[in-house]
């Protein structure tokens, strides 16, 4: 049988991943970490059923202890986002399951966040609020090293709603 050139392909022959519920929601799934990442100081003010958090007027013990979940839920989204082994249900996993170049799909949604945090992070830094979040992203991830994004992702204001048939 004589081999045809790499080049040609023909529609049979073209391999189309069938749109499914579960591929759509894994793809929710990333677009959500990336958002609640990326701008993870305006997911701060809000609590998710539409009323805000005032942060001026927390008192001290109340202030301490938003404070320490705020950390552990950015360090949970850098797990999802940035562990570089394939774990159940991180970013790397889920893009080996979900593009064709898992590796360099995830590497290149890391990029891009990235730059979309710094972006978000110096907003936040210079509004001076969440002092004790701040320094600890100074502290503990070279944001400094990080190049920041030239302009704001739409994403920063894309709605989640619950659509009720």
């Not at 966040?113 to 609020?129: D, P, V």
Request: aromatic letters at 12%; hydrophobic letters at 40%.
């Amino acid at each position: 049988m004589k081999e045809r050139p790499a080049t040609l392909l023909i529609a049979e022959e073209i391999h189309m991943v069938p749109e499914t519920p579960e591929r759509n929601l894994w793809f929710a799934v990333i677009e959500r970490a990336l958002k609640d990442y990326c701008f993870f100081f305006d997911r701060l003010l809000n609590t998710g059923n539409g009323s805000l958090v005032i942060y001026e007027r927390m008192n001290d013990n109340y202030r301490q202890s938003f404070h320490l979940k705020a950390i552990a839920e950015l360090n949970r989204l850098r797990w999802f986002l940035f562990t570089r082994e394939q774990v159940p249900f991180n970013l790397e996993y889920l893009a080996e399951q979900l593009y064709d170049d898992g590796v360099g799909a995830a590497q290149s949604i890391r990029a891009v966040a990235i730059k979309q945090f710094k972006r978000h992070f110096l907003e936040a830094e210079a509004a001076n609020k969440f002092e004790h979040i701040i320094r600890y992203v100074r502290e503990n991830i070279a944001i400094d090293k990080m190049e920041t994004a030239e302009t704001e992702s739409t994403l920063r204001h894309k709605r989640y709603r619950l659509i009720v048939d």
